[in-house]
């Protein structure tokens, strides 16, 4: 497959040194998206990955199972960004209710970035907590910053994950490729 890509002529006369600009650009700016909600840092890691192997081929040290581990920590990372707020609301003593109403909070927060990551989750377990547990004001606003505390530990991990990928990418170049 990797071949095949490779013989079209787009890749040809594509220099060592260019293909390492273009790729450390490439991991600059997905080390960038895993702190910032504004880029998808870890797709960006893992496009880098990819073109990395497609500028250089097999003189990249990539293998084609360090993909396999880069999408499956980068399918890890996005499923416990997104369950942490509900995961939070129910750590914080939340119900079943507040954990929905923070997941879909953080949901529609991702449309009204940055101040929705957060303001998200808080609002939605609060609402499912009044709304259909009919929890008094306290315990409601308790399951609300447990969703908070929940989003923040799911941020944490996505940059934790997005060492690990740039780690894992720079094993397999030049140690584990090799």
């Known amino acids: 497959m990797w071949e095949a890509m490779q013989s079209s002529g787009m890749w040809q006369g594509v220099g060592t040194g260019a293909a390492w600009i273009v ?51 980068m399918a890890v990372s996005q499923a416990f960004e997104m369950l942490s707020g509900a995961a939070g609301t129910k750590w914080f003593g939340g119900t079943r209710w507040g954990a929905i109403g923070a997941l879909v909070g953080s949901i529609v927060g991702l449309f009204f970035l940055p101040f929705g990551l957060l303001l998200g989750p808080l609002i939605g377990a609060v609402v499912g907590e ?49």
């Open 130 to 178: 009044v709304a259909f547990s009919r929890q008094q004001a306290k315990p409601a606003l308790m399951s609300g910053v447990g969703s908070v505390v929940g989003t923040v530990a799911g941020m944490g991990f996505k940059i934790v994950v997005g060492v690990m990928m740039i780690a894992w990418f720079f094993l397999d170049v030049f140690w584990i490729g090799n």
């Open 23 to 73: 790729t450390g650009c490439l991991l600059a700016a997905g080390a960038v998206g895993c702190v910032l909600p504004v880029l998808p840092g870890h797709l960006i890691l893992l496009i880098a990955a990819v073109a990395h192997r497609l500028m250089l081929g097999e003189a990249s040290g990539l293998r084609w199972w360090s993909f396999l581990v880069l999408v499956l920590l």
